[in-house]
């Protein structure tokens, strides 16, 4: 399967201009790492990082409130405290879900991206044989 995959890609760069070609390149599937530098970069970069920032904080109070869990014996600061590792471990995961949608979100862009310039492409192609 994958031979056939690199032959239609091969295919799409013949069609395509020098230009177009190297900017198809910079659409190719990204790792883990670019992807998680790629919800830093764009407009909505900022929120990520203050959200990364608060997520930082949030963890700090998470392991407070564990510390506290266990040095507590009474049962109604038991209670209070496992509220607060739920609540944190609820923000957490939360941010998280946000970060793994942004990046979601920017490797189907970048599939729609190539979509539209291989329809460029054949677009150009077809009405050349018109």
């Not at 395509?16 to 909505?44: H, N, P, S």
């Not at 879900?97 to 190539?114: G, H, P, S, T």
């Amino acid at each position: 399967m994958n031979t056939n995959k690199e032959d239609i890609d091969k295919l799409i760069k013949d069609t395509l201009t020098q230009e177009e070609a190297k900017f198809y390149d910079g659409l190719e599937e990204q790792g883990l790492w670019d992807m998680v530098v790629g919800i830093f970069q764009g407009k909505l970069g900022w929120i990520v990082a203050i959200m990364n920032i608060v997520n930082l904080i949030v963890f700090g109070v998470l392991i407070y409130c564990f510390i506290q869990f266990f040095t507590v014996v009474e049962t109604n600061e038991l209670i209070k405290w496992g509220l607060g590792i739920v609540i944190c471990m609820v923000f957490n995961v939360m941010i998280k879900l946000y970060a793994w949608m942004q990046m979601d979100k920017n490797a189907i862009l970048r599939e729609m991206k190539r979509l539209e310039l291989q329809v460029s492409s054949l677009s150009g192609k077809i009405n050349e044989h018109n």
